[in-house]
C-alpha cells in the first residue's frame, strides 16, 4: 500500500519504537488531552525558522508527522493501543499545523484533509476515553470509599486494607455504582473499538491514508510559503496564541482562583445543559492552548523554554479538567438508569459531585497557573 | 422566684434589649458557635485584671454573665429564641471561665455547677441547631440546582429565576430530597423543642437557676483568687490557650492548607463512623478556641485586638467546619430512610459531597489563619 512506503531520509523508521519517538504520543499517553510531556522533553531536529523559507520548515515539521502517522499504521498488528495513540498524535498534529499556518498551505487540499483528520481523531479517540473515564471513576470510588487513614496505611507499605472499610449501606452502594458504571462504560468502549476496526477498514480511511503518504513525499503550498519562516510563521504563531490568551482572559479566571468558590458543582441537580453551558467555554481553551502549543512545535521562537513548560502545564490541567467533566456527566447518565436502588443512586451522587469538584480543582489550578501571565492591570 | 431578682446594680436589668447587651448572644447567632461579634465588639467595662484581685476579676466578671442568664429566663415569655440565646450563651460562659479559672474557685461548688451548666447548654442548643441544619441544606440544595448565571441574574436584580431549572429528572430529586430533608429536621426540631421546655420546667433546672442567681451575688471564691489578677489570670488563660495551641498543632493543617485536597470527603461512601473520626479533632480544636475566648474575656490582656479578632475568626471557620459536618450526616441520614426514589438518593448523595466540600474549605480556611501563628519552623 503507497501509505506504507516511508522515505527513506526518515532514520526513525528502524524501529517501531525509536528512543526519541518524534511526533508520536506515549503510549500511556492516550493520546487525548495533547499532554505528553515527551513531546516537549522530545529533541526537535529541524532548524529553528530562521534557517529557510517557511515552506521548508513546515514541509519538514508535516514530513514527520505524517511518517509518525505511517508508522503507527504498520504497528496496528503488533500494538493496537499504542498504534492507536501515534495515530491520533500525528493526525491531530497535522490537522492543527494546517489550520494554523493555513495561508502557507494550498486551502482546496488543506480543508478537506483537515476534516477527515479530524474525523480519524474523534473516532480512534473515544475508546481510550471511555477506558480512561472508567479506570478515573473506579478509582474515584474507592477513594470515597477508603479513610484517609487506610490510605495512609497502604502508602507507608501496611497490609492492604480491608475491602472497603467492612461494609454498610454506603459501602454496598458503592461496590453496586461501580459495577453499574463498569458494565456501562465497557458495553461504550466495546462499541467505540468496533467503531474504530470499522473506521479503520473503510475506504474513507484509505483515502486518507494515501493523502497522509502523499504528504510525506509532497505538501502543496501556497505562494506565501516562499518568504522567509523567520518573517512569515511568528506572526501566524501569535495570532494563535492570542485567541488562546483572549479565550482565556474571557473565562472567570478571578473567581476560580478563589479556591472552594463551589461554582463548577452548582449545575449538578440542575437543568442537564447547565453544566455543558459551563464548561464549553474552558473546553475551548483546552483545544486553542493545543493548536498554540502545536504551533510552537512547528516554529520554535527561540529561549521559550519556560513558556511551552507553562503551556504543558495548563494542557494538563484543562486534560483533566474535561476528564473530570465527561466523568461528571458520564456519573449523571449512570444515575438516570431505571430501577437502580437508592444506595447506588446516592453513591452515583456523591461521585458526580466530586468530580464536579475536581472540576473546580482544575479551574482552580489553572488560574493559578495563568493569571500572573495575563496581560493587563495584573502584570504591569 | 429566687432567680428572678436580679441586682440593683445592673443598668441593664431596666430594657430587655439593652444596647450593649453585655453577655448575651445576639437574635441572629444561635448561641452554638460563640461566634457572635458583638461579642467581641462590645465594650467591656471590667477593669483589666490589674486593678484588683482575681477574686474580684472574676466575680465582675461571673455577675454580668449570671444577670444575663436571669434576663435571658425573664425574656422567655416573650421572645423565646432570643431569650434561649441569651441562656445558652451565658451559660456557656460561667461554665467554660469556672473551667478554665477553676483554682480560683471552690471545686466542690464549681464542678456540679458546670455539669448542670453543660447539660442546659446541650438541652437548648439543639432546636436552633436543627432549625440551622435545614436552612443550610436547603440553602444548599437551591445552590445545586440553580445555575450561576441564574444567580447571578438574581443578585443584579433582575427578574426571579424560574422554579428550579424547569424541571428534569435531577431537579424532582432536589426537590424531593428537600422536602425529605425539612421533614425530618422540622421532626427533630418538635421534638428537641419538647426537651427543652420540658428541661426549663424541670426541678433540675429550677435548681440551676437557683444556683446561677446565687452567683449574681456571692461567688464562692478559693484561697488562690485573693492574689492579685495580673500575677494568676494571665498563666490560666494562658495554659488554656497552649492547651488549644497544641491540639491546633496535631490537626492535619500542612495536608489542610492545599486547596482542593479531597480529605474530607474520602469518607462519604465508607463506614458511618469514618467521618466522625476525622472531624473529632477539629471539633475539639473548636470547643478549645471556645474556652480560650472566653479566658481573654475575662482577663483581657492589653493590646490583645489583633488576636481576639483572629481567635473569633477561627472560632466562625470551624464554626461553619461543624455545622456542614453535622448536615452532611443528616444527609447520610435521609439517605438511609427505606424507600425512597433513586433520584431523591442522587440529590442526598450530591448533598453529601458537598457539604463534605464544605467541611473541607472550613479547614482551609482555618489551616489559612492559623499556620501563620504557629510557632515553630514556619513562625521563625
Tied chains: 1, 2.
Excluded at 504497528?75 to 493501543?81: D, F, I, S, T, V
Excluded at 487540499?109 to 471511555?130: K, V
Excluded at 472508567?134 to 477508603?146: I, M, N, T
Aim: aromatic share 4%; charged share 20%.
Amino acid at each position: 500500500m503507497a501509505h506504507q512506503q516511508l522515505p527513506d531520509r526518515l532514520p526513525s523508521q528502524r524501529s517501531h519504537t525509536p528512543p526519541g519517538r518524534p511526533g508520536g504520543s506515549s503510549p500511556a499517553d492516550n493520546g487525548d488531552t495533547g499532554t505528553s510531556t515527551s513531546m516537549n522533553a522530545e529533541p526537535y531536529d529541524a532548524t529553528p525558522p530562521g534557517g529557510g523559507t517557511a515552506g521548508e520548515v513546515l514541509t519538514r515539521y508535516l514530513h514527520e508527522r505524517a511518517a509518525a502517522f505511517l508508522r503507527g499504521l504498520s504497528l496496528r498488528g503488533e500494538n493496537e493501543a499504542e498504534a492507536d495513540a501515534l495515530l491520533r498524535g500525528s493526525a491531530r498534529r497535522i490537522g492543527g499545523v494546517l489550520h494554523i499556518y493555513g495561508p502557507l498551505t494550498d486551502p482546496g487540499w488543506a480543508e478537506p484533509l483537515r476534516a477527515e483528520l479530524g474525523w480519524l481523531t474523534t473516532t480512534l479517540g473515544r475508546e481510550p476515553q471511555y477506558a480512561a473515564r472508567l479506570a478515573r471513576l473506579l478509582d474515584a470510588l474507592r477513594r470515597l470509599s477508603v479513610s484517609v487513614e487506610e490510605q495512609e496505611a497502604v502508602t507507608v507499605g501496611g497490609p492492604p486494607p480491608p475491602a472497603p472499610s467492612g461494609g454498610g449501606p454506603l459501602a454496598l452502594g458503592a461496590a453496586r455504582a461501580g459495577a453499574l458504571l463498569e458494565r456501562q462504560l465497557t458495553l461504550a468502549r466495546t462499541r467505540a473499538h468496533s467503531a474504530s476496526l470499522q473506521a479503520m477498514g473503510s475506504a474513507r480511511f484509505h483515502a486518507l491514508a494515501d493523502a497522509i503518504a502523499v504528504l510525506v513525499s509532497d505538501v502543496p503550498l501556497a505562494p506565501a510559503a516562499a518568504a522567509p519562516a523567520a518573517s512569515v510563521m511568528p506572526p501566524l504563531a501569535a495570532q494563535a496564541y492570542r485567541l488562546l490568551a483572549d479565550a482565556a482572559a474571557a473565562l472567570p479566571l478571578h473567581r476560580a482562583a478563589h479556591p472552594y468558590n463551589a461554582d463548577a458543582v452548582q449545575a449538578s441537580l440542575g437543568a442537564d445543559l447547565t453544566a455543558d453551558l459551563q464548561d464549553a467555554p474552558w473546553h475551548q481553551v483546552r483545544i486553542l492552548l493545543r493548536l498554540s502549543r502545536y504551533a510552537a512545535e512547528v516554529s520554535r521562537p527561540e529561549g521559550d523554554a519556560a513558556d511551552r513548560q507553562r503551556l504543558a502545564d495548563a494542557a494538563t490541567v484543562l486534560g483533566r479538567h474535561r476528564a473530570a467533566a465527561e466523568s461528571a456527566s458520564a456519573v449523571a447518565t449512570a444515575a438516570r438508569t431505571p430501577r437502580i436502588a437508592p444506595a447506588t443512586a446516592y453513591a452515583l451522587g456523591v461521585l458526580h459531585a466530586d468530580q464536579r469538584h475536581e472540576v473546580e480543582a482544575a479551574r482552580f489550578a489553572f488560574s493559578r497557573l495563568w493569571q500572573p501571565a495575563v496581560p493587563g492591570p495584573r502584570g504591569q
